[in-house]
Each structure stands twice: as structure tokens, then as C-alpha cells.
């Protein structure tokens, strides 16, 4: 029932830094844990980072630990993850994804998913 519509992809140079967002509707933002993947070219998607209700967690892939950072503010319906240090393997379409329960690290743990933006990192 919740709709999720991402924002802020695009080319950046290594190093770089990018923000994306993730505004959802169709039911109260609040309610749901959230959750960033992303899918390289010619490979699965994979978790990236999540947090949960209020707020309370966050966690993340190895893979990005100490340069993105994801967040919430309730009243806007919106997600963030800001993206530092930007590599070239961080290249991907991002998705953006909600749960109606707790969120996790796998894909079957998450409900809604929205249509993802894509972020390409050049050398």
C-alpha cells in the first residue's frame, strides 16, 4: 500500500559525496522501518544501510561503514542516505524500501520498494 519514490542519483567523481531521498505516502511514515539497496551492473542487489522505527538503529553493510549514513525525519516522510568518499564500486541503481515489521538485510524482509535511482561513480 505505501508508495516510495527516490531522489538525488547521479554522477559523481571518486570521492565525491551524494544525498539521497526517499519520501513515502499511502500510509503513515511512521510506521515503518526503512531500508537502502542496491544493485551493481550484472550483479544482485544487496543490502546497504536501514534503520529503524523512531530512529532507535541503524546499521550498515561493511562495505560502507564510516562513509554513508542513513536517516529519517518522520514529519517530512522521508528517508536519507548520505553518501562520502564515493567510490567507483558504489556504482548502482539504489533502491529505496520499507517494513511493515522490523527491517533487516535481506531483500524478503522488506514490503514496499520504490522504482530506484541510479548513482554512478567515475574514476
Known amino acids: 500500500q505505501a508508495q516510495l519514490v527516490e531522489s538525488g542519483g547521479g554522477l559523481v567523481q571518486n570521492g565525491g559525496s551524494l544525498r539521497l531521498s526517499c519520501t513515502t505516502s499511502?500510509?503513515?511514515?511512521?510506521?515503518?522501518?526503512m531500508g537502502w539497496f542496491r544493485q551493481p551492473p550484472g550483479k544482485e542487489r544487496e543490502f546497504v544501510a536501514g534503520?529503524?522505527?523512531?530512529?532507535?538503529?541503524?546499521y550498515y553493510a561493511d562495505s560502507v561503514k564510516g562513509r554513508f549514513t542513513i536517516s529519517r525525519e518522520d514529519a517530512k516522510n522521508t528517508v536519507y542516505l548520505q553518501m562520502n568518499s564515493l567510490k567507483p564500486e558504489d556504482t548502482a541503481l539504489y533502491y529505496c524500501?520499507?517494513?511493515?515489521?522490523?527491517?533487516?538485510?535481506?531483500?524478503?524482509?522488506?514490503?514496499?520498494w520504490g522504482q530506484g535511482t541510479q548513482v554512478t561513480v567515475s574514476s
Open positions: 534503520i529503524s522505527l523512531a530512529a532507535f538503529h541503524t
Open positions: 499511502g500510509r503513515s511514515f511512521s510506521d515503518y522501518a
Open positions: 524500501a520499507a517494513a511493515r515489521n522490523y527491517g533487516g538485510t535481506t531483500i524478503y524482509e522488506y514490503d514496499y
